[in-house]
Structure formats: C-alpha cells, structure tokens
C-alpha cells in the first residue's frame, strides 16, 4: 500500500458503522510500550532507535499483527506526506517532528496501526466506526499479545508497563471516542456537558487537538488516568460518560426536532446546499457544513446521502489531502477552489432527499 | 382576468427580453392626465369620482386602449389583494389606501395599465423587459391618444397638463429604468454612481420605493420635472444617464471578472445554491440571491438558468404572492417556509451549470 493507494479511499474507521455512529463518530484505543532494557526514544542514540525501528517492524511483518501492512519510515517522506498521515489520524505530531528514526506502520484498513519510537517505542494503535470502546479495545491488545511473542515490553510488577512519561504508565491505555454533539452545541448546553466531562477526570479536545475545539461540534474525550486503575475500569468509566453523553446528545436533538424543526431542516439542507455549489472552501468552513449535513442524517431530516460519504469529506478536504490529489503544492486560494470542487464531485451523485 | 389568473403567470415586462436586460431589468412609462372641469381626486366628492371611474372605465374598454383588460376595484378587494397588485408594480400605495373609489385597469400581459383616481384621474403607465425608453413612452402615447378619442383631458397652453400636484404638470411624464447594478455594488463604486444621478437632477430609488435601496443593488431611476422640458428631452435626459450608468456597471463587471473571478464566481453558485436548498427564506434574502444569480448570468459563469426565472422569483417571492399561491394568510414563519418550497420548486428542474 502507497500513500497514492491511501489517498483514494479512506480508513474504515469513517464508515460509518458501529453503534450510535450519528453521535460517536469513531473509538480509538492506544497502548503505549517500550523495549525492555532499552533508553526512552529522547534518551537513546540514533543507532540505537535504529535497531529498535528494525526489531519492531520485524516483529510486526512476521507476526502479521496489523494483517497486510506498510511501514512507512518519516524521514522518507516530505512535510506534506508528514501532515497528510496527521490528518488522517495515522501519527501525532510528536512522531512527524522528530529528529530521530522513527516510522508509522499501517494496517491496510488504517483501523489499526504502530507507532515506531515516537515517546514511547510502540504506540500501538486501533480505530473503530460507531461507539465500540471493548471491542476496540480487545483488538488492540490482541496485536499487543501478538508482538509480545517476539518483543519483551518494559513492564514493572509495582507499576505496571513502563513509559517514558509516567502519565502513560501502567496499563499504557488511551481509549477516546470522537464525538459529534450538534444537538448540545445548538441547545447551548455543550459547555456545562463538557465541563462535566472534565469533572470526571476525563480529557475534552477538538477534533484535530487543542484549539480545534470549535469545529463543527467535534470534540475528542479520552482517560486522562493510566496508573492505578484496571483497563476494564478505565474502558468502563469512559463508557459510562459516554453513553450519558450520548443521551443528552439524543435528548437535545429531540428537543430540537420538536421545537425547532422547520430551522433545523434549513440549516441543514442549507449546508448540503453550499457544499454543493460552492467554488471556494476553507477547510474549518468543510468541517462545519458536514457537521450540519450529519445531524440531518441521524434526525432524518435529509437521506440519499450516506454518512460515510460525508465522514469521508472532513478528511479529504483536509489541505494535505487536496495537495496529494492535486498533485501538488498549492497557495491558499488554489487549495479552496480545489477542495470545493472535490466536495462538489463527491456529492454530484447523491439522491439527497 | 382574475387574480387567480395573474398569480401563476408574469407580467411580459419580465420576460428578460429587450436590450441590456442584464442591467436595466425593465423600463417604466407613467403619464398623469386629468378630466377636464373636473375637480382632483383628493377634492372631489365620492359621485363626482365614481362617474369619473365610469367614464375612464367605459373609455378604456370601448377604444381597447389597453387590449383585452380587466378593472379592478380597490374597494372590493381585500388588503393581501392589494398588496398582491403592489408587489406586481400595478398600483401605488396612495391608489390602494384611498378612502375612495379608485381601480387599476390591467391589460392581459400587464405591460399596459391605467390607475384611476389617484392622485390624478388617470395615471397610464406602461412597463417594457430592458432598456426601451423610446418604445415605451411611444405605447404610453398611444394609449393615452386612444383615450383622447372619448375623454377630454385638463390642459392649459401656458402650463401643459394639469396635476394635482404642480411637479407633475405639465408633460405629466415619469419615465424610470429598473437598474440591477452588483458591479458597481461590489466594487464600492455605488454611492458614488447614485450621486452623479442625483446631481443631473434624476431621483434614485430602491426595488420597492422609498426605504429599499439595499435590496439586491436593484435601483429604480426616474426623472424628477415633468414641466418646461419636452417628452424627448425628459426621455433622451434620462436615456443619456443611463447609458452612462450600464457602461460603469460593464467595466465593473469586467474589472471584477478580471480580478475576482473565482470569487464572484463563488458567490454566484452559493447563491444558487441556497436558492435550491433553503428550507425557510425571507424575501429580502430572495432578492440579495437573484441578485447574485442574475450577475452570474450576465457575467456568463452560470447558465442554464433563464433571467427571466429569475425576475419571476423576485416577484412571486414576496409576501403578498406567497399567501395568494397558498390560499390563506400564513404567519412570517409559515410564510418563511412556503416562499422556500416555492423558490425550490421553480429551479428543481434547472440544469444549471
């Protein structure tokens, strides 16, 4: 699999299956490890993560732990292709800015993943449609129990997997859902759920990171805590917020529907409308017009329109994305009229109704 | 011809036909006249008004001044009605809010009308699609001589026609031009365009009179003196102007074109766009976007589309129609509503491109 191959279609992850996939858009786990008797990545020599780079990557290829897979090495490949891979959620920030060896390792679906040498030596990584945070979960660890047969992981009987920041160690577990709340975000209701979030220790962020948190109602929630709690409780305790959330997502957008329905119905065939017809888009303008057209989709208000299709639009809308499909670097203007008329072709078949 | 009738078609004058029909959207005839030794509306008693009612009446439909016609009573009519007939630019709003008898004589293609008891006794008013002063005011005259035959109209050799009020004595003559000037609105060049009208002694108006200059840069010009000047001199005046007005807004549109193409081109399709899409629309949104619509057209960066559909949008779109074509008085958000199927169903079978 080439970048070409991946910038024709996209993650599975995006289509739109899985429970309550109108309100949680994706599940994604991520277990941190490293090598035993090894240094940290910022505290090893190149030669060093070089063979860490070579061992796990064996490991992964000759276990088949991510199935038919890529190893894509990131001193490789150009800044583009570098935020190309961040806007699809296949690496954080962190593994593309390194000065070190470091390489990202993709299963062919894109569900599930490896980070090499980012903070950590292995960044393990699965990403699932809809609300699946067990089954996410359970896939994760069986690529983690996979490689185990031929990597030994730094791991303490008093503390747990051992990591190079301590906010990871102990199970080494990130579990986050990507949630898309337009209904509390129309209610004004989002800032008291979101604060409530916190209250239960639990990580709120926006769709690309901090500081996205305004798009279009996407927002990232995740465990803060990785030590001292079981993963069965970790996964639990997220899932519990969750599904309140989802709850007061479902009563807020009933509420909306009863009261305000004619309004809703405009906004949302209004941004299907612009999406259609513009000839010049911003990306944050893509995020928050597909944030309208997915709340029809799960109200009912518009159908002939698949939400994986418009799942698929915020990612390949992303400028990275626009560049690899023009082929090409692009100034500003060019990028907007080219991702305008993308969004236009992808949508030109559509029945909407 | 009822209303029934008139409410599902348009007046010829729409029609986009004519010369610059991209700019001056139509052209607008009216001559004041007044029996003889008869006293002005205002001051004459109800009988004395209702034979002159009569008599205009008989007049017109005994010459076929006007064609195949139909007389409308304001008295009998309801308010909507009225507003109906104001919306379609066939009465004043001083005809329709008279405390006496008063009606419009309407021709079958509503280019040729004739208000009776306004102001003055008669008030003959011919509109044409485009930039035809000359034919225009030629087919007021006409009707107007037609008339002559069975009425006898106030005049003085030293003042001309006599009006009741002394600003349209003489020639009795307005003649206006319905400009559609976005170039020049986009480029900021309209206030000062509207005060070189203003300065060769020419009144500026909105779409829909005093109070609606923002509309859609939709622009009605007229000559202000009826008196000491001859009919060719008022109409050429007038014509002179305005040929300077198309030209500024025809470099506009080019430098625009030039300079903004993928911009103006944007504006051009998100506004048909949200004509095709909305849900709920108020008529001063439906103006701004057949505003930009009709730009696009003439601009050639949108076809497939008649401008005579789109002239037919502003019209049917207002408040009036809109409770017409739905049989019953609607509140602002039912109205909201029945104006958006409305507009949707007019384009859903444009092939725009």
Redesign the interface.
């Known amino acids: 699999m080439t970048l070409e191959d991946m910038q024709n279609r996209l993650g599975c992850w995006l289509d739109g299956s899985g429970p309550n996939p109108e309100i949680v858009m994706s599940t994604r786990v991520r277990l941190a490890r490293n090598l035993k008797e090894r240094r940290f990545s910022h505290r090893a020599e190149k030669d060093e993560l070089q063979q860490i780079l070579t061992e796990v990557t064996t490991a992964v290829e000759e276990t088949q732990a991510l199935g038919e897979s890529t190893v894509i090495s990131i001193r490789e490949i150009s800044e583009e292709d570098r935020r190309f891979l961040l806007e699809r959620h296949l690496v954080s920030n962190e593994l593309v800015s390194s000065d070190w060896p470091t390489a990202v390792i993709v299963g062919d679906d894109e569900c599930r993943s490896v980070m090499v040498n980012e903070e950590d030596h292995l960044r393990i990584q699965v990403m699932q449609s809809g609300f699946q945070p067990g089954a996410t979960w359970v896939m994760a660890e069986e690529i983690e129990s996979c490689l185990e047969s031929r990597l030994e992981y730094a791991f303490s009987d008093q503390y747990g997997y051992l990591t190079a920041c301590p906010t990871n160690a102990g199970t080494g577990l990130r579990i986050s859902v990507l949630l898309h709340l337009p209904g509390l975000g129309l209610t004004g209701q989002i800032g008291r759920a979101l604060k409530g979030i916190a209250q239960v220790g639990l990580a709120v962020r926006g769709l690309y990171g901090e500081g996205t948190e305004a798009m279009g109602n996407f927002f990232q929630v995740s465990n803060q805590t990785t030590l001292g709690q079981s993963e069965p409780d970790i996964i639990g305790s997220l899932e519990r917020v969750t599904r309140q959330v989802i709850e007061h997502e479902g009563t807020a957008r009933r509420i909306l529907l009863k009261d305000a329905k ?2 809703i ?2 906004k949302v ?2 941004a ?3 999406l ?5 888009m911003r990306p944050d303008e893509v995020l928050n017009l597909c944030s309208a057209v997915r709340m029809g989709l799960g109200l009912g208000l518009l159908s002939g329109v698949s939400c994986s299709l418009i799942n698929s639009l915020m990612v390949l809308s992303q400028p990275a994305h626009i560049e690899r499909i023009a082929g090409k670097s692009l100034s500003e ?1 060019e990028s907007n ?1 080219a991702r ?1 008329d993308l969004v236009r072709k992808l949508l030109q078949n559509c029945n909407a109704c």
């Open positions: 004619p309004q119905e405009d065939w209004r299907f409308g612009l259609r017809s513009g000839r010049l203007s009229a305008a």
